[in-house]
């Protein structure tokens, strides 16, 4: 790195992001995972074990082993930065089409298992715009709905974290997808259920 910037500029799920330019002045985001994360997150998931066996003593109706596994999985693979830069690649390629919808390139050069570097996108929070005239937020909505369904019909890509602080807005009211450590990828199976399902719904068939 030509610099990199050692207070955080924002915090992540399992690190902080920091900014950084590269030797030939691009501006950078780093996300850096805490020390220790895979042994935390080992020792959360026995906690969460625990609490399930006690709620499947009260309520055995329930069979928690799969919504464990579920969790598990996709914590771990959080973990796994170089994972989210090929995440973000998939996003890239899902995405290339919306011009409203802009996902960072990653630098798998600059990234490791606990590094993940992508270029720097310029936005606004979301709640900035929470007092905006209702064409302006009809305008970030539509490109979150996008953001969210383009993948997941197409592809069978679901973003599983879409918290407010994992987008931003840019300037023209496009919008920056942010966070690519959570992300589940379904059967085509299951993807045409959710859309007969939504028919059903649109055309009140029982």
Not at 5 to 30: K, M, N, P, W
Not at 66 to 83: C, F, G, K, T, V
Request: hydrophobic share 45%; glycine share 6%; net charge negative.
């Amino acid at each position: 790195f030509k610099s990199f910037s050692h207070e955080a500029a924002a915090a992540a799920s399992l690190g902080q992001v920091h900014r950084a330019v590269s030797h030939d002045g691009g501006d950078l985001a780093c996300k850096l995972q805490y020390p220790d994360m895979a042994s935390v997150v080992e020792a959360d998931l026995r906690q969460l074990k625990l609490a399930f066996a006690i709620y499947a003593r009260y309520d055995p109706s329930v069979d928690t082993t799969e919504i464990h596994e579920e969790i598990a999985d996709r914590l771990r693979e959080e973990l796994d930065y170089e994972l989210e830069v090929r995440h973000a690649q998939l996003y890239a390629e899902l995405l290339k089409n919306e011009s409203k919808v802009h996902v960072p390139a990653g630098v798998p050069e600059l990234s490791t298992g606990r590094l993940l570097t992508m270029n720097w996108l310029e936005g606004r929070r979301l709640l900035d715009f929470i007092d905006a005239s209702l064409d302006v937020r009809n305008e970030i909505a539509l490109a979150l709905f996008r953001a969210w369904y383009v993948p997941f019909y197409d592809g069978g890509v679901i973003h599983a974290d879409p918290h407010l602080g994992n987008y931003s807005a840019a300037e023209d009211l496009s919008l920056n997808l942010l966070d690519f450590g959570c992300v589940r990828i379904f059967e085509a199976s299951f993807v045409r259920g959710v859309i007969d399902l939504y028919w059903a719904i649109a055309n009140d068939d029982h």
